[in-house]
């Protein structure tokens, strides 16, 4: 059988005859088809009882014909769901040196707690009066968000880091407008390292973007910053600790002059794990700063989301936060959920999503910060700082690194110097360290730096799990160096899956599964 | 502290080997005076069981919806969600992974976005899904920055069927980017005349069936009208569960469907996280937003999944990207797909129809209470009452009676002239039990 696409419908297909097994299994590694080749139309997983004979109000709305989906029993959804788990990596698996995107240990704690009936099973809309526990999380994870950055507010409701990032440029462009400089200040500087999030947030709501150039040692200078600086300059929007994994040195002379201008400065907070409880936002002259709580505070990544993303927000901005908010005046808390209801001399400017944000991953935050406490926060900072320099150390003199002069932060940043003449490139390491048993790197980030390897331990790793990763990148350091070039090119040779062609899916996009037809018919 | 492995001879060991004589050498970038030497004011740790303790009081100052008789929707509803869901999303492999930017060891991962976007496909009747946005409101409000992408028009006309905050997010985002948005006034009884409002410089129209009153709206006529201007239309539902009864979008014509997906899979959660549901016409995909999973093979020839077309997002155009959304809703698509897995066609369909039976069961009881109309002529799930009370006043008299009533429409919009309207929802969870005490309670309530 064959789809429209005319590639091979069935899993197995095609390459049967380079396995061993008659199945293409591999012991644990099982070939799993979709729900839409093992189900079936008629079968279900619930059992709910036909209602008695009623009179149905649908009007003409009602649906005709089929919705074709499958449904499977309950016994063969667990097979498929936890088969596809199984070709699955996560922190629980191995090291997961993700730079740039904190791969740190998920308690099952935070996940308990936050299916507490009070939490998970209350509705956003019911009674204020009804919900008081839910106000005390928020402003708990609010105190605790505003201590550690040194802040004196935040907007608690964006739900992920780039959601945060539009909240932050969109108080500044409230403040701006509110001061009767909306039509002339639209420019947004961003430096070249800038995570993907930051120009697309500033072209989103209306700025235009600027680059800043990276100076040679990997941080912005605040010269570079000022021969830019004029009246259209709205902001400045810089990751600190910065993509190279260092913190920018004249961060503080940055802030001052945007400040100077006329101008904000938004902070990505993407890397704020690397200095929680050893440097506070609010003394560096941050004006804006999202936080991710999947990152930073351990709110699982789940696979790519659900994220949360508040914004600490400086007294200049604290008016514009968008609703809703708790106000709390008199030791009394009011939920404000609209503009008309918002406190004297608060102007918000809007609203960012429907209800109050990631009410799940407030807990979350909250049992991690809870469990850790002030103590335990700054030194899962130093850990983090001290595990990616101990990683440094351990490689730097097989692996070249680009920025030698500044310490690393949280992540280590090597590049590809290292890899010339190797015939190997930086995809092709990342995935030999699949074979060894390791996620890879990031990888090809941040754009300033050729073939880039970014590699973030977080606290989570024990010294000796680091030594052991230390050697492995040693082998294959010098294994690349030495000729064994297939080792690299041909990787991953062990995983569920052999390298993918990227090109293929994205030229003849297939995105969503169809009924195969006849070969014959294909061809038509 | 129990989650950090290194001991004290560890970090001495590894300062050593770094060659710093302390951790703050490190921290040397951190501008003078501006480095922390004290912990900050915050409590110290605590053990498993303090912040279990902690937290356990904290819950149980809150009503929960499975506590009481509850009748609360309006964007967001209590649905049963079988035990399998919450079991296999904590699977270790799945809860800690990342974005799968590493194809070959996130196969799991992809496969099953894969599987999502073609069951929101066929929900929805579209030609293609992506892998989800935040939730149903900000997905509505990248639809129409979407649309304005597509007829390069900048104004949107929103129906006063769509949820109060979902106009409200589209509103916040347009004013920003400077677009024009129509919004015309709350349509309780769903008689606004929207084809007067579409003409040639419309971008898109958004309308929301069921509506947020309940009502169920035609959409094949506004989109005849929408496309004869060269418009597109956005059909929006914040409860998909209706989709296993009503028409969907596709089948009349919608250009760009939204929705929120937190009724399959997910739990109420104070309004997050929840799984925006986002599908469209596949001429469309390239002005889509967010992740998109797309089947290729291997070096094998093998079938595998990897995340595709990525020259539309923020990682790769920056400021050209199509949305700057980056992490979406990952472990909330899969609870979604789980259990959507588990109902199939057959469940999805019983489960609506239940869901419906009961509604009408409740409108039938409480058309009979001395103050009330039901203002619907059609609905599925959930239905606004017209009381001779005002709402928000009744709600709170309820409560006190241990019963959680539904939504003030003023709550959602005041000053809106919607004082009188209750909206109401009902869903498999509630009995026959439920609604007699709702009866009795509502009577009570507006003698």
Known sequence: MLNRQGRPSQAGEGASERHETFTGNRALQQIEPLIFEIGHHESTGVDIDKPAPFKNRLGKHARQGEIGLPGLSEPETMRHYVRLSQKNYGIDTGLFPLGSCTMKHNARLNEKVARLPGFSDVHPLQPVSTVPGALDVMLELAHYLMTLTGMPAVALSPKAGAHGEACGMMAIKAAIAAKGEGATRNVVLVPESAHGTNPATAALIGFSVKSVPARDDGTVAVEDVKALLGPDVAAIMLTNPNTCGIFEPQIVEIAAAMHEAGAYFYCDGANFNAIVGKARPGDLGVDAMHINLHKTFSTPHGGGGPGAGPVVLSERLAPYAPVPFIHVEGGKSRLVEHKADAPEGNDPFGRMTAFHGQMGMYVRALAYMLSHGSDGMKQASEDAVLNANYIRAGLADLMSLPFPDHPSMHEALFDDEWLKGTGVSTLDFAKAMIDEGYHPMTVYFPLVVHGAMLIEPTESESKASLDLFIATLRDLAIAAKGNDKSRFTAAPHHAPIRRLDETRAARQPVLKWEKPVPVKDAAE | ?447
Not at chain 2, 40 to 62: T, Y
Not at chain 2, 178 to 207: F, M, N, Q, W
Not at chain 2, 236 to 246: D, I, K, M, R
Not at chain 2, 421 to 439: K, P, Q
């Open chain 2, 1 to 447: 502290m129990r989650y950090l492995p290194l001991t004290e001879t560890d970090r001495e060991d590894m300062l050593a080997r770094i060659g710093v004589p302390d951790v703050d050498a490190l921290f040397s970038d951190v501008p003078n005076g501006k480095l922390l030497r004290e912990p900050l004011d915050l409590p110290r740790a605590k053990g498993e069981l303090e912040v279990e303790r902690i937290l356990g009081k904290l819950s149980a100052k809150n009503t929960a919806a499975g506590a009481v008789p509850f009748f609360v929707g309006a964007g967001a509803y209590k649905h049963h969600v079988p035990a399998t869901v919450d079991h296999l999303i904590q699977r270790s492999e799945f809860l800690t992974s990342y974005t799968p930017y590493q194809p070959e060891i996130a196969q799991g991962t992809l496969q099953y976005l894969f599987e999502f976007q073609t069951q929101v496909a066929a929900l929805t009747g579209m030609e293609v899904a992506n892998a989800s946005m935040y939730d149903g409101s900000t997905g509505t409000a990248e639809a129409v920055l979407m649309a304005h992408r597509v007829t390069r028009r900048r104004k949107a006309v929103l129906s006063g069927g769509l949820h109060p905050h979902y106009t409200q997010v589209v509103e916040t985002l347009s004013e920003m980017a400077s677009d024009e948005v129509v919004a015309l006034k709350p349509d309780v009884r769903a008689t606004e005349d929207i084809l007067a409002a579409i003409d040639d410089s419309v971008s898109c129209v958004v309308v929301q069936s069921p509506d947020v009153f309940g009502n169920l709206r035609d959409l094949r006529p506004i989109a005849d009208k929408a496309h004869a201007h060269g418009a597109l239309l956005i059909a929006v539902f914040t409860e998909v569960v209706s989709l296993g009864a009503v028409t969907p979008p596709g089948a009349q014509d919608a250009d760009i469907v939204v929705g929120e997906g937190q009724s399959i899979g997910n739990a109420l959660n104070f309004g997050g996280p929840y799984v925006g549901l986002f599908a469209a016409k596949s001429k469309y995909i390239r002005q889509m937003p967010g992740r998109l999973c797309g089947e290729t093979v291997d070096a094998d020839g093998r079938r595998g999944f990897v995340l595709t077309l990525s020259t539309r997002e923020q990682h790769i155009r920056r400021d050209k990207a199509t949305s700057n959304i980056c992490t979406n809703s990952g472990l909330c698509v899969l609870a979604f797909t789980i259990h959507m897995t588990l109902l199939g066609q057959a469940g999805l369909t019983r489960l609506a129809e239940v869901n419906h039976a009961n509604a009408v069961k409740l409108a039938d009881a409480l058309a009979g209470v001395k103050g009330v109309e039901v203002v619907n002529e059609s609905f599925f799930n959930e239905f606004t009452l017209k009381l001779s009370k005002p709402a928000a006043e009744v709600v709170e008299a309820m409560a006190a009676k241990g019963i959680l009533a539904g939504v003030p429409a003023s709550r959602l919009k005041p000053g809106a002239g919607l004082d009188d309207l209750l909206i109401v929802a009902n869903t498999e969870v509630n009995t026959d039990e439920d609604r007699a005490a709702f009866a009795r309670a509502l009577t009570e309530v507006l003698a």
